[in-house]
């Protein structure tokens, strides 16, 4: 199934919840109120008053749901879902408002010693218990369908229809008592009932304003740095915030990277972030952020080819000398050849400006420039007894040598430059790179001396098969 159609599921099951609940809320409300007048119930009445200001609630949610499903426009960047967090905080203060009203009428009747005239018929108590049953199945109803969709509104909605179940079970408790002789029995309840509901609006406020004020979810931010953390290639975690919205979590992460990882190696990271916030938490979307940072363990190579890097220039044969407690740095740079070489040179000096602020003003550097051909060399293969000879001149100096074996593939090219020969050959697998690549020097240098007008040769060796 896919997110946009879950997402879509979710909304129709959120509307279709909230319409529910204010038709069952309206119908118990009425009944409550009918009977409460009947019998003169005090708890009875607060209850139909509680129903009264559900049923206005319930109204709320439906419009509420309705509104925290739009989509984010260029007013609300993050989404509507705080709508549902306001109408939540407004079914709180109904609450409240209901609770010190009834606690207030039960107190002065119990100060005053007039339980009033309590007379509870067949339909007073028919009416309490088909409200219990259906506000327990729209409590285990509503508290199912708001944990999967993540609703406030649906919650707080949950949380009224569990404080009817609870009150209305007060309500007939203190009824039951009332007909059994204990006159002050409807007044208790009702202000059993009062604390009730005042105790279960403190619990959805306290939830509600943690929304508003954008409070991370308990736990939450611990289970994402330890995810996040456990990803290849993070090196800390700089920045987490996470605030609610509605049914999601919005977050913003900034992770520390080693600064000589290449960008598509960060790429990867990020993704592999995503991936796994989105595996162990759904409901949280994040924005990352990667910033580089320089490690204890940063060898001087590294970090010389990080600077190189930076600046898109080519650099080979770094030598790294430590003299006493001087450091010495020599490399090779290649540069445009057709580029004059005052304007090399200065390239060339602004480098080593970016290694000296980098390692220190006491480090020497060392700069050998070298042409870099950037345009492609239009060429066509030499005659085959052209390429023959230069073979044999090549199999001949490695047997003489003694290191390169088995000099085959020989590819000899003639360009406006000169010939540039390509071949491969073998060698022990267990010789150093130093060691080849001396070796292969020498040949170069070796088919240079016997055959005129080569301008580059390109030896690849292969390990020997075992």
């Known amino acids: 199934m896919s997110v946009a159609h879950s997402k879509a599921e979710d909304m129709a099951l959120k509307r279709a919840a909230a319409l529910a609940s204010i038709f069952a809320s309206a119908l118990l409300t009425l009944g409550k109120l009918v009977a409460g007048i009947l019998s003169g119930s005090l708890a009875l009445i607060s209850e139909a008053g509680h129903g009264l200001l559900d049923t206005g609630a319930t109204i709320l949610t439906y419009f509420a749901v309705r509104a925290a499903d739009k989509p984010a426009d260029d007013e609300h960047h993050y989404g509507h879902g705080k709508i549902e967090a306001v109408a939540a905080l407004a079914e ?49 109803s509503l508290s199912a369908i708001a944990k999967r969709t993540k609703s406030d509104a649906l919650a707080a909605d949950a949380l009224h229809f569990s404080s009817d179940l609870v009150a209305s079970t007060l309500v007939l408790i203190g009824l039951v008592a009332t007909e059994y002789g204990f006159k002050q029995g409807d007044t208790l309840a009702a202000i059993g009932v009062s604390l009730f509901i005042a105790i279960a609006g403190w619990k959805l406020g306290r939830r509600t304003i943690d929304t508003l004020v954008d409070a991370a979810p308990a736990g939450l931010s611990e289970r994402l740095r330890q995810t996040v953390e456990a990803i290849p290639g993070v090196v800390d975690i700089e920045v987490l915030r996470l605030r609610p919205a509605g049914p999601q979590v919005i977050g913003e992460i900034a992770v520390a990277v080693p600064r000589t990882m290449p960008l598509e190696k ?94 220190g003003a006491e480090v020497e550097i060392e700069t050998h420039i070298e042409p870099l051909e950037s345009d492609e060399l239009a060429g066509e293969d030499l005659a085959f007894e052209a390429t023959a000879e230069i073979k044999r001149v090549l199999v001949a100096g490695a047997a003489k040598d003694g290191i390169l074996e088995d000099v085959h593939f020989v590819r000899a090219r003639r360009t406006a430059s000169g010939t540039v020969v390509n071949y491969h050959c073998r060698v022990n697998a267990a010789l150093t790179v130093h060691a080849v690549h001396e070796a292969v020097d020498r040949l170069d240098r070796h088919l240079r001396a016997h055959v005129t007008g080569i301008v580059r040769v390109v030896g690849h060796a292969d390990p020997l098969p075992t």
């Open 92 to 140: 709180t203060g109904l609450l409240m408002v209901l609770a010190v009203g009834v606690l207030y009428e039960a107190i002065h009747r119990l100060a005053t010693k007039d339980p009033g005239q309590v007379d509870a018929t067949w339909l007073t108590f028919g009416v309490l218990i088909i409200s219990i049953v259906v506000d327990f199945v729209r409590w285990r």
């Open 266 to 359: 960060v790429a990867q990271v990020k993704v592999a972030i995503l991936k796994a916030v989105e595996q162990d938490m759904p409901e949280v979307e994040l924005t990352i952020a990667a910033n580089p940072r320089a490690l204890d363990d940063e060898s001087l190579l590294e970090r010389v080819l990080l600077i190189a890097a930076r600046r898109r220039l080519a650099v080979h044969h770094i030598t790294i000398q430590r003299i006493g407690d001087k450091i010495a740095i020599s490399l090779d740079l290649e540069l445009d050849a057709q580029m004059s070489h005052g304007a090399a040179h200065d390239i060339a000096s602004e480098f080593e400006t970016a290694i000296l602020d980098e390692i």
